[in-house]
């Protein structure tokens, strides 16, 4: 993986995700390995252009813990595409850093970045995809009872946290279920290209709309946001929209009495989860976050090392 840029997915193989889970779970065991100065003199810039805690934080934290450094580039000090272009943005940030992980809207602008940086870039969340945040999920799945041949059950917006995940989960074997209202479900691309990925590690995909028929029998249970950051202008027409999709408990009580509940967080209590939920002995979403940094961790070290 050495040298390359994760925009999607789409650009790990089922043998690298699972490469990426397993160095991310013997790194997290291995507190003082040879790992922790792997990346001494190298630097990371963080260029956002949403709002972040977990991301900028983990990844901060994760170039630290291998020796490196990380550089926080905010909204209004870049003005990604707006005060310069964005090629000109890349190409001056790989003269002066090893790597750029960044946050921002149209996946159009990740591949402008990576095609001009001449160092790898990484999603770090766009409008159409948030890969690191998959992986850190399957790192916290591992953890809670393993991946092959689970069903993880999605209720909610066929948003970038979805599309990530079921790309990921089917590379790993799992049978996932994604619940969505009719004109919310994951689009009919991504669901194909999850399908051929579960049909590769013998799970499943399947789109459907009962979210109650999703959750039935799940291993692991998933929610995300109704409302995206850059959607908040939609935010009231989607409570109504997604309001037969909250996570409750009488909607887990359909899941086995094992399953775990996942957000990838912020989540908004009392919309698609409820506190009692999130706040449950079946959430795993604070060891969810942690992985956050152990995956990102694992990822930075196999393209950078
Ligand atoms: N889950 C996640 O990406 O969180 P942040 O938006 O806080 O980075
Ligand atoms: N789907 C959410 C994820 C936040 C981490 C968003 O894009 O705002």
Known sequence: MMGRSLLGIADLTATEITTLVETAQAQKADATGSHRRA??????????????????????????????EALYLSPAEVGLGVREP??????????????????????????????YAGVPVINALSDWEHPCQALADLVTIQEHGGARGRVLAYVGDGN????????????????VRLASPASYALD????????????????????????????D??????????TSMGQEAEAAARRKI???YQLSASLLACAKRSAIVMHDLPAHRGEEITDEVIEGAQSVVFDQAENRMHAQQALLWHLLR
Not at 86 to 92: C, I
Not at 217 to 226: H, I
Request: charged share 25%; glycine share 8%.
């Open 39 to 68: 990346l001494g003199g190298k630097t990371l810039a963080l260029l956002f252009d949403k709002p972040s805690l977990r991301t900028r934080v983990s990844f901060e934290q994760a170039m630290r813990r291998l020796g490196g």
């Open 86 to 115: 964005v090629k000109d943005v890349a190409r001056v940030l790989g003269r002066y850093c090893d790597a750029i992980a960044c946050r921002t809207f149209a996946q159009e602008i990740l591949v402008e970045l990576a095609a």
């Open 160 to 175: 970038n946290v979805a599309r990530s995940l079921a790309l990921a989960a089917t590379s790993m074997g799992m049978h």
């Open 188 to 215: 009919t691309p991504s669901a194909e290209a999850a399908s051929r990925r579960a049909a590769d590690s013998g799970g499943s995909f399947r789109s459907l709309e009962d979210p109650r028929e999703a959750v």
């Open 217 to 226: 029998g799940a291993d692991v249970v998933y929610t995300d946001v109704w």
């Open 242 to 244: 997604f309001a037969g």
